[in-house]
């Protein structure tokens, strides 16, 4: 069986951080072979397409690439977390594999890994030199036990994901791009698409179902009518937002699968295009391709190769920007210091979950691998930190470079505003013309990852559904409360304990596969009650 999913899945698609932090890098943008001239011709960039891939911190997937290239702020062998029971020192290693359990990465995990704990004086809380990034073991630990604690420091190594790191070393590789929340995926994917996540730090069950009420990057884009449109596999993690709930928005919402490879090839590709990962791994369909855990990188990176080799082979290929990032770090090490100065609360929105961490928008999270993809772009192109000092790259930034290259009318938040934008990174290219070497086709991945997970077999039947996971099937539900409306009546009564109940007696609750099955109908019967007929 194993071999039977990924047969389909393929055919579908220096400063140690012991006791001390990694100051920001002074460098702003290098490439090893630099040019004194600047095109004269701006790149006429008309279609924008964001990947956002799940949990892993840069020291995780690419610290191990300044073995590729020294001038990357990554790993020297000499970073370090300390086991507070035991006095053992735990160095970060080249043993990086598929994990499970799932490492803590909520706002008071990531604190602890940041400051050494999650109830930390808040006097501290905008000083660097606070956050000595020692706390990775400890708060593993507490979270998933000693003796599974030390894998938190196992980073992957460039032959285990080959994709990312070719593309690292074809295109602009940044290693200052930051989560914009230090806590898990739903803030900081909001952040991503709306530059707020409306005072909220965690996964709140009943915000999901409720849904998000802010306007999102799509708004702005319909306001402009500029197309856009969103590829997803199982679950949209656009449908968080009520304004993506309408019928209205569904219809700019197609499936990966069986859309977007003949789009692309047909030259149908919007100006900004959002694609979803495969959150829920369906036995005899897909495999799961978020990257986490305890789903394979392997998979993940599968994805990865595809869409850049869908839009390498067509027509659009010179005038697209393809960026893939992640959400937030996992809970996995890394060795960067997060900025705590001169970053906006995007709405003035007092943190309403943060307990007693202290924590209001104003510091960001841990950093994130990012590629940015296009042939206006020099291989070997590295990305450290803005020009202008007092801004940083940060997950808000996306929304930032959509507004930058559209000429959208107005900024989302104070967030998106101050994050600094993408576009700089392709528009000061000094190549006069595109290039003809991009690599037509990217490595493949290996079958399976090592693993350090319980999981071995990576078997859906039997693996129970995640967190996350639960959250999306929340997600799914909150989109068919609100019947293809704004603003829904169907919700003025909803309860987390009725849905959760209702997903039960649905059997969607029993293992991943079924969660998968369970969405894969719901979602179709929802677009057809609403008049859509695309979803094949």
């Known amino acids: 069986m194993k071999s039977l999913l990924l047969l389909v899945s393929v055919f579908f698609l220096s400063i140690i951080a012991g006791d001390s932090k990694q100051q920001r890098s002074t460098s702003s943008s290098t490439t090893k072979k630099s040019k004194s001239i600047k095109s004269t011709t701006k790149p006429n960039i008309k279609h924008?397409?964001?990947?956002?891939?799940?949990?892993?911190?840069?020291?995780?997937?690419?610290?191990?690439?300044?073995?590729?290239?020294?001038?990357?702020?990554?790993?020297?062998?000499?970073?370090?977390?300390?086991?507070?029971?035991?006095?053992?020192?735990?160095?970060?290693t080249k043993n990086g594999a598929l994990v499970d359990p799932d490492p803590d990465h909520s706002l008071g995990g990531t604190a602890e890994a940041i400051f050494g704990s999650s109830n930390f004086n808040p006097n501290i809380e905008h000083n660097i030199s606070s956050e000595l990034m020692n706390g990775f073991i400890s708060c593993e630990i507490k979270a998933n036990g000693?003796?599974?604690?030390?894998?938190?420091?196992?980073?992957?190594?460039?032959?285990?994901?080959?994709?990312?790191?070719?593309?690292?070393?074809?295109?602009?590789?940044?290693?200052?791009?930051?989560?914009?929340?230090?806590?898990?995926?739903f803030p900081n994917r909001l952040f991503t698409l709306s530059g707020t996540s409306w005072g909220f730090s965690t996964n709140d069950d009943l915000q999901t179902l409720l849904g998000w009420p802010?306007?999102?990057?799509?708004?702005?884009?319909?306001?402009?009518?500029?197309?856009?449109?969103v590829y997803f596999h199982d679950v949209a993690t656009t449908w968080v937002l009520?304004?993506?709930?309408?019928?209205?928005?569904?219809?700019?919402?197609?499936?990966?699968?069986?859309?977007?490879?003949?789009?692309?090839?047909?030259?149908?590709?919007?100006?900004?295009?959002?694609?979803?990962?495969?959150?829920?791994a369906i036995p005899g369909l897909y495999n799961a391709s978020d990257q986490h855990p305890s789903h394979d990188v392997a998979e993940g990176e599968r994805l990865m190769k595809n869409v850049y080799e869908t839009l390498r082979a067509s027509s659009l290929w010179n005038d697209t920007i393809l960026i893939i990032?992640?959400?937030?770090?996992?809970?996995?090490?890394?060795?960067?210091?997060?900025?705590?100065?001169?970053?906006?609360?995007?709405?003035?929105?007092?943190?309403?979950?943060?307990?007693?961490?202290?924590?209001?928008?104003?510091?960001?999270?841990?950093?994130?691998?990012?590629?940015?993809?296009?042939?206006?772009?020099?291989?070997?192109?590295?990305?450290?930190?803005?020009?202008?000092?007092?801004?940083?790259?940060?997950?808000?930034?996306?929304?930032?470079?959509?507004?930058?290259?559209?000429?959208?009318?107005s900024y989302l938040t104070l967030r998106d505003q101050s994050a600094y934008p993408l576009n700089s990174i392709w528009e000061n290219t000094p190549l006069t013309e595109p290039r003809t070497d991009c690599p037509m086709t990217l490595p493949t991945p290996p079958m399976f990852s090592p693993s350090h997970a319980n999981d071995t077999e990576n078997i859906s039947e039997n693996r129970p559904v995640s967190h996350l996971q639960q959250e999306l099937l929340f997600t799914l539900e909150g989109l068919l409360l609100n019947n293809g409306e704004l603003i829904s009546s169907n919700k003025d009564t909803v309860t987390v304990e009725s849905i959760m109940q209702k997903l039960q007696a649905a059997g969607a609750l029993d293992s991943e596969a079924a969660a998968g099955r369970y969405v894969r109908k719901?979602?179709?019967?929802?677009?057809?009650?609403?008049?859509l007929t695309h979803l094949k």
């Not at 790993?75 to 020192?89: C, H, S």
């Not at 030390?150 to 690292?168: F, Q, R």
């Not at 990057?217 to 197309?227: E, G, K, V, W």
């Open 48 to 92: 924008v397409v964001v990947l956002q891939m799940e949990n892993h911190s840069y020291d995780n997937m690419l610290g191990w690439f300044k073995l590729n290239d020294t001038r990357t702020n990554g790993l020297t062998g000499n970073e370090y977390n300390i086991d507070p029971t035991t006095n053992t020192t735990y160095y970060v």
């Open 146 to 185: 000693e003796s599974w604690a030390p894998h938190i420091m196992d980073c992957l190594m460039p032959n285990n994901v080959p994709v990312i790191t070719t593309l690292a070393s074809e295109f602009a590789n940044m290693d200052a791009m930051h989560s914009a929340v230090p806590g898990p995926t």
């Open 214 to 229: 802010q306007n999102p990057i799509f708004y702005s884009l319909d306001q402009a009518n500029i197309s856009w449109r």
């Open 242 to 280: 009520n304004y993506m709930r309408t019928t209205t928005a569904l219809q700019n919402h197609r499936e990966y699968i069986s859309d977007f490879a003949k789009d692309v090839a047909n030259g149908d590709l919007p100006a900004f295009t959002w694609i979803d990962c495969a959150y829920l």
């Open 325 to 409: 990032t992640y959400d937030e770090g996992g809970g996995f090490y890394d060795h960067v210091a997060p900025p705590v100065t001169n970053i906006p609360n995007p709405d003035n929105i007092t943190c309403k979950d943060c307990g007693k961490t202290p924590y209001n928008f104003t510091r960001l999270g841990i950093r994130v691998p990012t590629i940015v993809i296009s042939p206006w772009i020099e291989a070997n192109t590295l990305i450290s930190n803005p020009p202008d000092n007092t801004r940083y790259y940060e997950l808000s930034s996306i929304p930032a470079t959509v507004h930058n290259v559209f000429n959208l009318s």
């Open 522 to 531: 719901m979602v179709r019967e929802h677009f057809q009650k609403l008049g």
